[in-house]
C-alpha cells in the first residue's frame, strides 16, 4: 500500500504560518483524493482538507480561510499551508488516501508564545 512521509512541522507563534509537505511513496497522479488529518492530544483525529488531482479542494470548518492545500504532480508532492495559526491548531499532521489502513509518523506543529 502507499506510504506517506509528511514534513515542515515545527513551533511557531499564534498568527504564524508553516508549509507542510507530503511526500507519497508512489505516483499521486494515480490517486484521485488525498486528505490532510489532525491529532491533538487527548482527541480524535480530525480531518481538515482534500485536495484532488482534478485541481478541487475542501475544507473543514475548523481551517477554511486559514489552511491552503495542493499538489504538484511533476515533483511528485502534497503540500498543506497553514496560516493565521492559533494554539488550539497544535496537533500531529498527517495525510493520507481514503481507505488507506497505515499511517506515518505525521508532523508535529506547535503554536505557542
Known amino acids: 500500500q502507499v506510504q506517506f512521509v509528511e514534513s515542515g512541522g515545527g513551533l511557531v507563534q499564534p498568527g504564524g504560518s508553516l508549509k507542510l509537505s507530503c511526500a507519497p511513496s508512489?505516483?499521486?497522479?494515480?490517486?484521485?483524493?488525498i486528505n490532510w488529518y489532525r491529532q491533538a492530544p487527548g482527541k480524535q483525529r480530525e480531518w481538515i482538507a482534500q485536495?484532488?488531482?482534478?485541481?478541487?479542494?475542501r475544507y473543514a470548518d475548523s481551517v477554511k480561510g486559514r489552511f491552503t492545500t495542493s499538489r504538484d504532480n511533476t515533483k511528485n508532492m502534497v503540500y498543506l499551508e497553514v496560516t493565521s495559526l492559533k494554539p488550539e491548531d497544535t496537533a500531529v499532521y498527517y495525510c493520507?488516501?481514503?481507505?488507506?489502513?497505515?499511517w506515518g509518523q505525521g508532523t508535529q506543529v506547535t503554536v505557542s508564545s
Open positions: 493520507n488516501r481514503i481507505g488507506n489502513p497505515n
Open positions: 508512489e505516483s499521486i497522479s494515480s490517486i484521485y483524493a
Open positions: 485536495t484532488t488531482n482534478d485541481g478541487r479542494a
